[in-house]
């Protein structure tokens, strides 16, 4: 049997990489998104686990499989995924997606629409390669719900959605400059079980504390599903954060938030009213990407690990 090939191209945004399908991967069964992931979870997932997981990948990271769009004005398609499982969307991936385009010259400097799972999200591309969001409605439902983990006491949690759903706790682990990891990830773990018991949508926790560098406004330690921490300040958390910041008055529309992510690399965050009754926001978030690999994967039908490990 011949060798399976197709190409993906990798990026990172503010350090948390992403791995683009950009030819050659499989075509889904259906007319729209939402078919789509479907089908590409039912019958394709193991593309998924080839590029992400051990040994060709890395847990951390999280892919995008691009794909013609449903309504031709819009520039793609993408699905977006990661060690365990599929995202509605993701921020810091959609803006290595955009990197990726203008490296294979599909696209220029401009604005560009695309159809994710969570809706469409326009991505302006600056000629200093720059990209701003303009992610799907997000909002807060829930504000200060009081959490009691085994082994850190009780936090006060907000909830909300940026395009996935995120639990936000301000912790004073936070205000270390170099917190540890490995104790953020447990308390974030022990954070995620107790709010899921109330609210399974929620897949993410976002700690946060006071920023690091002197334009910044906060600095985020995000938990994604599949137990990784984004070393980006994370699009989606972004404007779940943005959501919450809009709720309660700290932000009004138009004005700049710089939000650090755990490396202290940063996004630049700003809001517009979409429902001010209803408290929906339309965020912008803006950051960079560079793309660093480009890969013709190789899936050898001798190979035990060919579809991951
Ligand atoms: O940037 O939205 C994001 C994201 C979600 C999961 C990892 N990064």
Not at 101 to 111: F, K, S, V
Not at 254 to 260: H, K, L, V
């Amino acid at each position: 049997m011949n060798n399976l090939q197709f190409r993906v191209v990798d990026s990172h945004t503010a350090g948390e990489p992403t791995r683009t399908i950009v030819s050659g991967g499989p075509k889904p069964e259906g007319e729209n998104i939402n078919e789509w992931i479907q089908s590409i979870s039912k019958d394709f997932d193991r593309f998924r686990t080839a590029i992400i997981l051990e040994p060709r990948g890395s847990e951390v990271m999280v892919g995008a499989h691009l794909l013609p769009p449903a309504d031709p004005k819009n520039t793609a398609a993408v699905i977006f995924f990661n060690n365990v499982g599929y995202l509605g969307m993701c921020g810091h991936g959609l803006i290595g997606v955009v990197e990726t385009l203008r490296y294979l010259q599909r696209i220029a400097p401009g604005t560009h629409s695309f159809e994710t799972v969570a809706g469409i999200v326009q991505a302006e591309l600056f000629d200093d390669f720059t990209v701003q969001l303009k992610n799907v409605p997000s909002y807060r439902t829930v504000e200060q719900l009081p959490l009691v983990t085994p082994s850190f006491g009780t936090v006060h949690a907000d909830i909300a959605y940026g395009g996935n759903w995120f639990c936000l706790v301000k912790h004073p682990m936070m205000n270390d400059t170099n917190p540890s990891k490995s104790q953020l990830l447990k308390l974030a773990t022990e954070i995620l079980e107790q709010c899921r018991l109330t609210f399974p949508e929620v897949d993410h926790v976002e700690l946060f504390g006071p920023p690091v560098t002197p334009n910044g406004n906060a600095r985020n330690f995000v938990l994604c599903p599949g137990a990784m921490y984004d070393r980006s300040p994370c699009g989606t958390g972004t404007s779940a954060k943005l959501a919450c910041l809009a709720a309660s008055g700290e932000l009004k529309p138009g004005e700049s938030w710089i939000q650090e992510g755990i490396l202290s690399t940063s996004f630049e965050g700003s809001f517009e009213w979409l429902d001010s009754t209803r408290g929906i926001i339309t965020p912008f978030v803006r950051g960079r990407a560079f793309v660093n690999g480009d890969l013709n994967v190789v899936i050898d039908p001798n190979d035990p690990f060919a579809w991951g490990l």
